[in-house]
């Protein structure tokens, strides 16, 4: 599910593995942040009620312990300044009221070791002769000195009052007496200001601004490229330069593409003319031997030489054809597949062979509508040659697939990749006597990648040979 999540175009995955960065550093950086604060705000409160217990500590100790429950015990009097430590109960609303509510905070769970921290505190203070014990007040809670909040924790609990945790601080002198104090404090780690997650949602905006202005300068020439390299194969001749600007690499990327396509057109215009002057210099002496063979008067043997003629013609056109490969002058337009292979399927059926069609395709399909002719025409008349019929098939989706299927001996399955390579003929008897140059499907595979797409070949189950032409829509 997760892989399925994540983006598959470079720019997005540049974009998100930089956002998942940042954010992850937001994320350890605001875990700092707390756990700073946390400590900050525990050893502070820590150092005032261990302040405040060693002052009532040290003021008990001298008192015996008849006095001290009854200074304990004691009813406040007008002056609180002046009045000794009293036993409350459980603290809870004696100071709710002493600080307003200080809204916009909130609070990340750090996990602090209070306890210990308050007991060596006290420890330092009070000195090896007294005994302390801490723990969660229970319940019910016995009476017990209260102690109030501490100055880093009081606007905390005047807001949230039935979220305090308390704790009983048991002291025991070194006649044996003990005293029980109690405090509040608010657990689940230190209040951070929700204008600090304003502040880093800002800051994370604006780096993935900053971030997608980047990837998308990255990738955009990388795109341009792409597209630029998939037209080089479909038209040499209609690709423009591609601008050499961006990063260094990317400049040394558009540069290398420009020059290797004026390579590229220098060898075509250089084979074009060899092609040229290939073709007159091969059909003038063809010719003369038509005219010499023509002036026999044994006409067996005018026959024979003038399929022997016939036969180094068609190789030499089909030879040439292979030769000039894709520069063919031939623009791309957009065709109707169902009419052109239906016209096809007419032209075979006029012959005298036996060719159906089923299936449709969706939406025309932008490529040289000559070349495709040519490739399903050598592929169709294949099946019909060795497999005796042509079955086709058209289908279309994310690929537009033409689907060609004969009723033939098939072909073995070591020779499936072989029988693209020019001139190769199989001797056996799907060809046996019928002619050929080998060089057809060459040609058709050709044509097929010059669109950016595959022709592949395979035997059927139940006998026969499948020619699947596979030409990617443009998206």
């Known amino acids: 599910m997760l892989l399925r999540l ?31 604060r946390e ?35 004691r009813q406040p009097e007008s002056s609180p300044e002046t009045d000794p430590p009293h036993m409350h109960p459980p603290w809870g609303g004696r100071h709710a009221g002493a600080h307003p509510p200080a809204p916009g905070f909130l609070r990340l769970p750090l996990f602090t070791d209070f306890e210990n921290a308050l007991r060596e505190q006290l420890r330092g203070a009070l000195g090896p002769g007294y005994g302390i014990e801490i723990g969660p007040t229970p319940e019910p809670s016995p009476p017990a000195i209260d102690l109030p909040p501490s100055f880093f924790e009081a606007h905390e609990l005047a807001l949230h009052p039935a979220r305090a945790q308390r704790y009983d601080v048991a002291v025991r002198f070194p006649d044996g007496d003990a005293v029980t104090y109690r405090l509040a404090r608010t657990p689940g ?14 800051l994370v905006l604006l780096l993935v601004i900053v971030l997608y202005i980047a990837a998308r300068n990255i990738t955009r020439p990388l ?9 080089l194969g479909r038209d040499t001749r209609a690709v423009p330069q591609i601008a050499e600007q961006g990063a260094r690499e990317l400049r040394d990327a558009a540069r290398a593409f420009n020059t290797m396509q004026d390579r590229l057109h220098r060898y075509l215009d250089s084979r074009t003319r060899v092609l040229a002057a290939m073709s007159h210099d091969l059909k003038t002496p063809l010719t003369r031997l038509r005219l010499q063979v023509e002036a026999l008067d044994n006409e067996p043997m005018q026959a024979r030489i003038g399929r022997e003629l016939d036969e180094m013609e068609s190789m030499v056109r089909e030879a040439l054809a292979l030769f000039r490969g894709l520069d063919d002058g031939e623009p791309a337009s957009a065709l109707d597949v169902d009419a052109l292979v239906a016209q096809i399927r007419d032209e075979f059926r006029d012959m005298g062979a036996t060719v159906t069609l089923t299936g449709h395709a969706l939406r ?13 025409t050598n592929l169709i008349a294949n099946a019909v040659k060795f497999g005796t019929r042509a079955d086709i098939q058209i289908e279309d989706g994310a690929d537009l ?25 199989l001797e056996s008897s799907r060809n046996r006597d019928s002619g050929g140059t080998g060089l057809g499907l060459s040609i058709a595979r050709d044509i097929a990648q010059a669109h950016g797409g595959s022709l592949l070949l395979a035997n059927l189950p139940g006998g026969g040979l499948e020619a699947t032409l596979r030409l990617p829509r443009r998206r």
């Open 39 to 73: 400590r900050f705000v525990m050893q502070g409160s820590v150092r005032e009620w261990t302040r405040r217990i060693a002052e009532t500590t040290q003021m008990l100790a001298p008192l015996s312990a008849a006095q001290r429950v009854e200074v304990l015990t």
């Open 223 to 231: 795109s341009e490229l792409a597209r630029a390299a998939d037209s």
């Open 401 to 425: 697939l033409i689907r060609v299927r004969d009723r033939g001996p098939g072909i073995p399955e070591e020779e499936l990749e072989r029988v693209f390579e020019p001139f190769h003929r």
């Open 364 to 376: 025309p399909f932008v490529g040289k509508p000559q070349a495709l002719k040519r490739c399903l």
């Open 189 to 202: 780690g230190a209040p951070l200001p929700r204008n600090l997650f304003v502040n880093l949602s800002l």
């Open 6 to 36: 994540w983006p598959q175009s470079l720019f997005g995955r540049l974009l998100a593995a930089s956002v998942a960065a940042v954010l992850l550093a937001q994320a350890v950086a605001l875990v700092l942040i707390a756990q700073e």
